[in-house]
């Protein structure tokens, strides 16, 4: 069964290029950033459901390698599932594709931890959000570091 769910669709757009004509790295982590959440909301852990509970998603660490340029008026998409859930953290991947070709165009791996707004100190993942994020966990998929560069 297919775990990787579909967070993220959308265009490139002029401005969102660098003076070397492809997208900028700060759209390439807002993007991410988007299917973050959407990605949470999709395993019911909304922003009504964090204010209701008192609880917040942080992000600890982060890994992102690019694989394909990405051009004003390229469409993309983000697929996302988890790697591991753990009882205060869960660390899990993004995969940016360009659609007209289906080709990686970047992957980025997360590692958040769930904290109590009020004590700003880290806790449990509520049970019925890990059984959620259990439902979208897959082997894992190791980024690659490009050595050659």
Same mark, same amino acid.
């Given at each position: 069964?297919?775990?990787?769910?579909?967070?993220?669709?959308?265009?490139?757009?002029?401005?969102?290029?660098?003076?070397?004509?492809?997208?900028?790295?700060?759209?390439?982590?807002?993007?991410?950033?988007?299917?973050?959440?959407?990605?949470?909301?999709?395993?019911?852990?909304?922003?009504?459901?964090?204010?209701?509970?008192?609880?917040?998603?942080?992000?600890?660490?982060?890994?992102?390698?690019?694989?394909?340029?990405?051009?004003?008026?390229?469409?993309?998409?983000?697929?996302?599932?988890?790697?591991?859930?753990?009882?205060? =953290?869960? *660390?899990?991947?993004?995969?940016?594709?360009? /659609?007209?070709?289906? @080709? #990686?165009?970047?992957? +980025?791996?997360?590692?958040?931890?769930?904290?109590?707004? =009020?004590? *700003?100190?880290?806790?449990?993942?509520?049970? /019925?959000?890990?059984? @959620? #994020?259990?439902?979208? +966990?897959?082997?894992?998929?190791?980024?690659?570091?490009?050595?050659?560069?």
């Amino acid at each position: 069964m297919e775990t990787r769910i579909v967070t993220y669709r959308g265009t490139t757009y002029p401005w969102q290029c660098d003076h070397m004509g492809h997208m900028n790295v700060m759209w390439y982590v807002g993007k991410f950033d988007e299917a973050t959440w959407q990605m949470f909301a999709s395993i019911g852990l909304s922003g009504t459901r964090l204010r209701s509970d008192g609880i917040g998603m942080v992000a600890v660490e982060q890994h992102l390698e690019y694989k394909q340029e990405v051009l004003a008026g390229d469409v993309i998409s983000i697929r996302s599932f988890v790697q591991e859930v753990r009882n205060k =953290s869960v *660390r899990f991947t993004h995969e940016m594709t360009l /659609d007209e070709t289906n @080709e #990686l165009a970047a992957r +980025t791996e997360l590692t958040g931890v769930c904290i109590d707004i =009020s004590t *700003r100190k880290a806790r449990p993942i509520p049970n /019925d959000i890990r059984a @959620e #994020l259990e439902k979208i +966990t897959m082997p894992s998929v190791a980024l690659q570091t490009n050595d050659g560069a």
